[in-house]
């Protein structure tokens, strides 16, 4: 399964998404969408799954959940738009990666594209970094990779420039 990645578009659409996206199975979008728009210009590409994050309105607030559990081939992932890092979860999810963690926890918010894993828990954490305008983020980021039975790999990184 490609996963395409990404987060914090604030409601901006950027054409290279679909670019960039178009060798995927499915789309993640781990939360400040921005508009009903750009969610509806993803689920056309490929199927979506998404959290809806602090910017989102009450539209896609009734269209996305703020944390979706989900199994993806042999991967149980948790994705919520406010998370944290490794050594650093937000208190909301803390319980929830500790007392059943995931294999992967995806999480946006910080524009900071990052990928770690924490041996403490046994899971892999990605934040895909910030795809839209708004922000202080020099780069615009987004991630695929690949998810084949229970390992994660071939993870990219793509620049939007």
Same mark, same amino acid.
């Given at each position: 399964?490609? =996963?395409?990645?990404?987060?914090?578009?604030? !409601?901006?659409?950027? @054409?290279?998404?679909?670019? $960039?996206?178009? @060798?995927? &199975? /499915? *789309?993640?979008?781990?939360?400040? =969408?921005?508009?009903?728009?750009?969610?509806?210009? +993803?689920?056309?590409?490929?199927?979506?799954?998404?959290?809806? !994050?602090?910017?989102?309105?009450?539209?896609?607030?009734?269209?996305?959940?703020? =944390?979706?559990?989900?199994? #993806?081939? @042999?991967?149980? %992932?948790?994705?919520?738009? *406010?998370?944290?890092?490794?050594?650093?979860?937000?208190?909301?999810?803390? !319980?929830?990666?500790?007392?059943?963690?995931?294999? +992967?926890? %995806?999480?946006?918010?910080?524009?900071?594209?990052?990928?770690?894993?924490?041996?403490?828990?046994?899971?892999? $954490? =990605?934040?895909?970094?910030?795809?839209?305008? /708004?922000?202080?983020?020099? %780069?615009?980021?987004? %991630?695929?990779? #690949?998810?084949?039975?229970?390992?994660?790999? &071939?993870?990219?990184?793509? @620049?939007?420039?």
């Amino acid at each position: 399964m490609r =996963i395409g990645l990404l987060s914090d578009t604030h !409601g901006y659409w950027d @054409e290279r998404y679909a670019t $960039h996206l178009s @060798e995927v &199975d /499915q *789309i993640w979008h781990a939360g400040d =969408i921005g508009s009903t728009e750009v969610a509806s210009k +993803l689920a056309a590409l490929h199927p979506l799954k998404a959290v809806y !994050g602090n910017v989102d309105g009450g539209d896609l607030r009734m269209m996305f959940k703020e =944390i979706l559990r989900f199994r #993806c081939e @042999e991967v149980d %992932v948790l994705m919520k738009h *406010i998370g944290g890092y490794p050594g650093r979860y937000d208190r909301s999810v803390v !319980g929830i990666l500790t007392e059943r963690p995931p294999k +992967l926890f %995806v999480s946006g918010h910080s524009h900071i594209l990052k990928v770690q894993y924490d041996a403490a828990l046994g899971l892999l $954490h =990605i934040n895909p970094g910030a795809a839209g305008l /708004q922000g202080w983020q020099k %780069v615009r980021t987004l %991630v695929r990779f #690949c998810i084949d039975g229970a390992e994660m790999k &071939d993870l990219e990184v793509i @620049e939007l420039r």
